[in-house]
């Protein structure tokens, strides 16, 4: 009995795994694997420079909502360098998904305020 069940739950597992892989895949297939990094890598450098600025100056409350542009600058310069001197052909695409993927740090910050504010 217990077996049986055991088996049935790894199935409905597997399955379960099964669809995510291909909703994962197909967005692969969609947006290509350099987007993707492109998002990420922005995002995590964004974050980067954004709390360092914050934890550096202090800045809490509504007023960090401001700080997250420094982010924004840093990686669109960047991203400029790469796309104009690393790769072999320039997209303005992947300039867009890196600073996409600021736009998320921006959120966080904006809910982490948000928090902030309402816990006081």
């Known amino acids: 009995m217990d077996s049986k ?3 049935e739950g790894e199935k409905i597992l597997q399955t379960t ?15 290509g694997i350099d987007k993707i990094a492109h998002f990420g ?3 995590l450098i964004c974050a980067m ?14 007023q960090a909502m401001t700080v997250p542009f420094i982010g ?4 669109f310069i960047l991203s ?4 104009a001197i690393v790769d072999s052909e320039f ?9 996409l ?18 816990s006081v």
């Open 91 to 99: 997209n303005w695409w992947d300039i867009l998904a890196a600073m």
């Open 17 to 31: 795994f099964y669809r995510q892989s291909k909703k994962l895949t197909s967005m692969k297939n969609l947006l």
């Open 72 to 75: 924004y600058v840093v990686v």
């Open 101 to 118: 993927g600021c736009v998320c740090v921006h959120i966080a910050i904006f809910f982490g305020v948000l928090f902030n504010i309402l």
């Open 80 to 83: 400029l360098i790469k796309e």
């Open 41 to 43: 890598v922005g995002g």
């Open 5 to 7: 069940s055991n088996l």
């Open 49 to 62: 420079f954004t709390f360092v600025a914050m934890l550096q100056d202090g800045i809490f409350g509504w």
